[in-house]
């Protein structure tokens, strides 16, 4: 189970929300900024520069490091070079995806067989779409059927379309805080619980009337939504609590969640995308011991190789997204030209055998488990109301705990953009400890983080620690 127990997370949580931010002395802080000018100046240039091209300079938002972007030159194992020639210890891992070490090689190679001998796409099947079908099939009994589509935004939109159609029911409860990809009706509640259309620009609020949310691990008040919506299709959850369990989960919420749906006659989606083979070979349905209806798979199950997602179920409810056009038949539609390419799913088969076979998501879990303890033991030296724990290959440590802000509160709702800052700072603080991290707050681990980069991480948070107020 999680490495703290959950009723210490939320006491400690409570703790930091409650207090004034405990922030960099102010010399301290311009040290770091100023030596990431230096240490950085081609990737300064190179964002400059893609700044003409590209709005805001760079795509992703996990990309997005503080006081501008870096950009790779190459990757291996558990580190990342950039163009700088600086090498960074790698925490990243992707977001998530990365659990054998970057370019894995025995991977490598069988991606490039598939490239050599068939091109990565032709638009008819291979044999790799139900090898990979079958393997992801054995760690997750609940999905029955597998169809294999592009990125975990889709899959979540695809999950509440099967939902629907399956149920004849429209509404649809996420838990707030809760990450699904960013389609129209999922962007809601994002992030920190509450803030429901905060983030929703340029969608019409009428998009919605059947979308809800809850607070996180309020199983009453989701009870009390069933009675007050009579006509739920599916309740959508994130394994591990909000943003990959930054807001961590009660840990019975999940199978009471399974329940109340089973109750109702209304689908559990559980969505695996950062859980599936990193919290557990199993995902998080098997770590929490419940069953969905469906579940969501995204870049792990290709370890990083694009266009890699797939939704799973019970053979009854994934019928509705049988293949084939047309017909008036009634079915949840579904595309993508490039879904279940030969690349992909090569890719699938492999990465899930070699995990298995190199225990990777144990070995990682282990590299976690090491690491946010003695991160625990660093913060408390420094009197730092600071906390770490993990979830499998999963760490989080929370030193300005955005997610943890009560909106509603109006000390702490207003303080969201200056404890978002504050994160920022700890990135750039890593990054001048040549360890880039996941937005300063989280480190996602593979089986390459051994004993001795355990140690010196935890020795370079404590170099951290001495630049705090
Ligand atoms: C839990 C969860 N669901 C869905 C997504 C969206 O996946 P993608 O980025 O492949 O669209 C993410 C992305 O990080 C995620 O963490």
């Known amino acids: 189970m999680c490495s703290m127990k959950y009723e210490e997370q939320i006491a400690k949580i409570e703790n ?20 990431y000018e230096n240490n950085h100046r081609k990737s300064k240039q190179a964002f400059e520069r893609a700044l003409k091209v590209i709005p805001g300079g760079v795509e992703h938002n996990l990309a997005f490091n503080f006081p501008f972007p870096l950009t790779s030159k190459r990757v291996y194992n558990c580190y990342m070079e950039t163009i700088d020639g600086v090498t960074l210890l790698d925490y990243l891992m992707c977001g998530g995806p990365i659990i054998l070490g970057h370019n894995y090689k025995p991977l490598t190679e069988k991606i490039l067989e598939v490239i050599k001998e068939s091109a990565p796409c032709h638009g008819i099947t291979s044999e790799y779409e139900y090898l990979a079908a079958e393997q992801l099939q054995k760690h997750f009994p609940s999905c029955e059927k597998i ?72 199983i009453e008040a989701l009870r009390d939504m ?56 199993g995902g998080g349905q098997a770590y929490f011991d419940y069953t969905p209806d469906l579940s969501v798979f995204g870049k792990i199950v290709g370890h990083g190789y694009p266009s890699a997602a797939a939704l799973g179920g019970r053979a009854d409810i994934m019928a509705t997204v ?60 420094y009197n730092l109301p600071w906390f770490s724990y993990n979830y499998g290959g999963t760490v989080h440590f929370h030193s300005s705990c955005v997610f943890g802000l009560d909106i509603t509160d109006p000390k702490q709702g207003p303080q969201i953009k200056h404890r978002k800052e504050f994160m920022e700072h700890m990135g750039a603080a890593l990054v001048d400890q040549e360890i880039i991290s996941v937005a300063g707050s989280r480190f996602y681990t593979c089986m390459l983080h051994d004993d001795e980069i355990i140690y010196n ?5 404590e170099k951290i620690c001495q630049k705090i107020e």
């Open 16 to 35: 930091i929300v409650s207090h004034p931010l405990r922030k960099f002395k102010p010399g301290e802080l311009r040290g770091i900024i100023e030596r």
């Open 147 to 218: 169809r294999w589509l592009q990125t975990g935004t889709e899959t979540d939109m695809l999950a509440i379309r099967v939902a629907r159609v399956f149920t004849g029911k429209k509404h649809v409860i996420k838990v707030g805080g809760s990450y699904h990809g960013w389609s129209d009706q999922l962007v809601y509640d994002m992030h920190v619980p509450g803030t429901k259309r905060m983030e929703s620009h340029g969608i019409p609020k009428e998009m919605y009337k059947y979308m809800d949310s809850v607070p996180p691990n309020d």
């Open 226 to 281: 069933f009675k007050e919506k009579k006509k739920v299709a599916a309740v959508i959850i994130e394994p591990m609590g909000g943003e990959s369990g930054a807001i961590p989960v009660r840990p019975e919420f999940n199978k009471e969640v399974e329940e109340i749906c089973h109750q109702n006659d209304t689908l559990l989606i559980s969505d695996e995308v950062v859980c599936a083979f990193r919290l557990h070979m």
């Open 322 to 381: 049988a293949a084939g056009v047309g017909g008036g038949a009634k079915r949840a539609y579904c595309g993508g030209t490039l879904a279940a390419n030969p690349l992909t799913c090569a890719a699938a088969y492999w990465a899930m055998k070699y995990v298995e076979e190199t225990n990777a998501t144990e070995i990682a879990g282990r590299a976690a488990t090491r690491l946010s303890t003695g991160l625990n033991e660093v913060f408390e030296k």
């Open 457 to 461: 991480t935890i020795k370079k948070m």
